[in-house]
């Protein structure tokens, strides 16, 4: 072995100990690629709306003049596909305010423009927890079911959005009003 390499070898050797030594470590592996993709961003479609006692002197009209909010009111919407066949029901309740708020989850949309919410989806009165007021009213056409309107309102989390939809004002009115109760007026 030739005397010159001695040395050099030594040399390697205490600058490896050395930096060993330092806490030195060699990087690590490059790490493989990721297949994992963000996670989707889904846009629901969901209604909402309020729904009223109407008061007995604005009994046969449309007005919610002097109307009490009801809590606990149960209200349908249905939506029918192009073919007028249901394709969507769910019931939601309103809460202490009178006011409701569903998603449409599940709700199928083909292509065909019928089958958008907005023409195919309709709210309807279903049950009122006042004994007092629980007959039907057709404010805003709710015995064939309220239109939904496009208000351009939507709600948005990191990976949720909805559009949402208005739908009513919807009412019951009382059972019973005292005769004094002026006639309708339109």
Not at 11 to 21: G, Q, V, Y
Not at 77 to 91: A, E, G, L, P, T
Not at 157 to 180: I, M, Q, S
Request: aromatic share 10%.
């Amino acid at each position: 072995m030739d005397p010159r390499v001695l040395p050099f070898s030594v040399l390697a050797i205490l600058i490896a100990a050395t930096t060993l030594a330092n806490g030195y470590s060699p990087p690590p592996p490059p790490t493989p690629p990721t297949t994992a993709y963000p996670a989707a961003k889904t846009v629901e479609a969901a209604v909402e709306g309020m729904v009223y006692c109407q008061s007995c002197d604005k009994y046969g009209s449309w007005s919610l003049a002097g109307a009490e909010a009801i809590a606990g009111a149960k209200i349908s919407v249905i939506c029918k596909n192009h073919r007028q066949q249901v394709s969507f029901y769910k019931v939601f309740q309103t809460d202490s305010y009178g006011h409701f708020y569903g998603e449409l989850k599940g709700l199928k949309m083909s292509q065909h423009f019928l089958d958008h919410p907005l023409h195919a989806c309709r709210a309807k009165l279903v049950s009122s927890p006042r004994e007092d007021c629980n007959l039907f009213s057709n404010i805003n056409n709710a015995l064939d079911g309220a239109s939904l309107r496009y208000e351009e309102k939507r709600v948005k989390w990191k990976n949720y959005e909805a559009v949402v939809y208005a739908a009513g004002p919807l009412a019951f009115r009382p059972d019973h009003c005292p005769e004094t109760a002026p006639a309708p007026t339109y």
